[in-house]
T-cell receptor
């Protein structure tokens, strides 16, 4: 039981490049989330998916797209990376009625 | 909109002493949940404790307890008998229930340093 896994762990991009962050959970959770954490700040919600086939914007969605590929997987795409997107990205999941969100280990992204 | 405020950027505590980390929140929803997460230097987010807005008693989990004062809109984390391994960032968060999904709003965190 791996919980929530994220790939890659680290990534360096040049401005304008695109990439997809992958997230998968094996806990049969309905809901999945993407957060970003900037230095000196808490986590901020980018997008979330309440269930397979649905996605919704969070607090800071600009510059990102998401895909809920199936119940297990929820990907985050940066179409044209900008230095302001340098951050640590966390994926999380939760089951219906859970009082906890389970977090992945994070992806540290640097955009030059 | 929901808001979480953590006013202590950093705290020091001696080993074996108790420490309180402050958290205040603002919401107009009658139903909400409050969480504390620990983030050690390795970076992962570790769930510590949860308090529901309708829970009558303060939540406790081992050495962690949540001092929930609803009228004051505060949800302070109390760590008893601090250990060196408690040195980390601590985040308070509030859950907004949107049907089946639970969006979390986080505070800016408190860095706790446990000293000998």
């Amino acid at each position: 039981n791996a919980g929530v896994t994220q790939t890659p762990k680290f990534q360096v991009l040049k401005t304008g490049q695109s990439m997809t962050l992958q997230c998968a959970q094996d806990m049969n959770h309905n809901s999945m989330y993407w957060y970003r954490q900037d230095p000196g700040m808490g986590l901020r919600l980018i997008y979330y998916s309440a269930s397979e086939g649905t996605t919704d914007k969070g607090e800071v969605p600009n510059g990102y797209n998401v895909s809920r590929l199936n119940k297990r997987e929820f990907s985050l795409r940066l179409e044209s990376a900008a230095p302001s997107q340098t951050s640590v990205y966390f994926c999380a999941s939760s089951g219906t009625g859970d009082n906890e969100q389970f977090f992945g280990p994070g992806t540290r992204l640097t955009v030059l | 909109a929901q808001k979480i405020t953590q006013t202590q950027p950093g705290m020091f505590v001696q080993e074996k002493e108790a420490v309180t980390l402050d958290c205040t929140y603002d919401t107009s929803d009658p139903s909400y949940g409050l969480f504390w997460y620990k983030q050690p230097s390795s970076g992962e987010m570790i769930f510590l404790i949860y308090q529901g807005s309708y829970d009558q008693q303060n939540a406790t989990e081992g050495r962690y307890s949540l001092n929930f004062q609803k009228a004051r809109k505060s949800a302070n984390l109390v760590i008893s008998a601090s250990q060196l391994g408690d040195s980390a960032m601590y985040f308070c968060a509030m859950r907004e229930d949107t049907g089946t999904a639970s969006k979390l709003t986080f505070g800016t965190g408190t860095r706790l340093q446990v000293t000998l």
